[in-house]
């Protein structure tokens, strides 16, 4: 699953390939292949690759600022057949329907931690996706492995903050993903069973403090 995304990403993509080959977003990729005849939206999908790990099936749809990662998510959807719907919007300024949608995906998306932005914009943006979950609609949250070199630097979020992000709305369970240092995963990733070795360490929750990045599935109330 792993090596067959990478290929397709580095073919049309390779400024946008994610770079650590132990990533939490693949292990999102592998959920999300789960899904069958949801509505889900993916709120700053880049050039998509997260949006069609779901099938057909699915009512996919997703948006970002960027124009050039949407042409690219276009340029994918039409050649592998996927039915994604993909536009340029911001969040801030977008208005979908409330309550509309089965699943929604935050991906390295929150703003004063992924990208350049204030605690108040944060909680602007976070209000705005939650209200387009319907009740009992799932949500997907994951964060930057911290010890990736570009965000050693910068400010991530902490447990505590996202237990506090999600406990009013939601049920959650937050789990971390990848104990090791970054540079195992160049190593690793030619181990036969590492992700599976990954899989098993995030839901035995070994060293949750310690992981380099979080995995966050919630339940709206
Ligand atoms: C770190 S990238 C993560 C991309 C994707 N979710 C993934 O995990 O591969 C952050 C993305 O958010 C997008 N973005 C930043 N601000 C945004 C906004 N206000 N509205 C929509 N997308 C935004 C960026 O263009 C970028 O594609």
Excluded at 160 to 171: A, G, H, M
Excluded at 176 to 182: A, R, S
Aim: with cysteine; hydrophobic share 35%; proline share 5%.
């Amino acid at each position: 699953m792993y090596y067959n995304k990478k290929k397709l990403w580095m073919n049309y993509a390779p400024r946008y390939f994610w770079g650590d080959p132990l990533d939490v977003r693949f292990y999102l990729c592998k959920e999300l292949s789960r899904l069958k005849n949801k509505k889900i939206l993916d709120i700053g999908c880049n050039v998509g690759i997260i949006l069609n790990s779901a099938d057909n099936s699915n009512k996919k749809e997703g948006f970002d600022l960027n124009p050039d990662t949407i042409r690219i998510a276009k340029t994918i959807n039409k050649d592998f057949q996927h039915n994604a719907n993909f536009y340029v919007k911001d969040a801030f300024k977008a208005s979908l329907k409330k309550s509309s949608y089965d699943v929604l995906i935050l991906s390295h998306v929150l703003p004063g931690y992924d990208y350049p932005g204030t605690e108040k914009q944060r909680n602007v943006f976070l209000n705005k996706a939650f209200s387009y979950l319907k009740k009992g609609g799932t949500l997907y949250i994951t964060s930057p492995n911290k010890n990736n070199s570009y965000y050693r630097k910068k400010p991530k979020i902490r447990l505590p903050e996202l237990r506090n992000t999600l406990k009013k709305e939601f049920s959650f369970r937050i789990r971390g993903w990848n104990p090791f240092y970054i540079h195992a995963g160049h190593i690793l990733q030619y181990v036969p069973g590492w992700f599976a070795f990954l899989e098993y360490l995030m839901k035995k929750s070994v060293g949750l403090n310690k992981c380099n990045a979080f995995f966050a599935k919630a339940i709206k109330k």
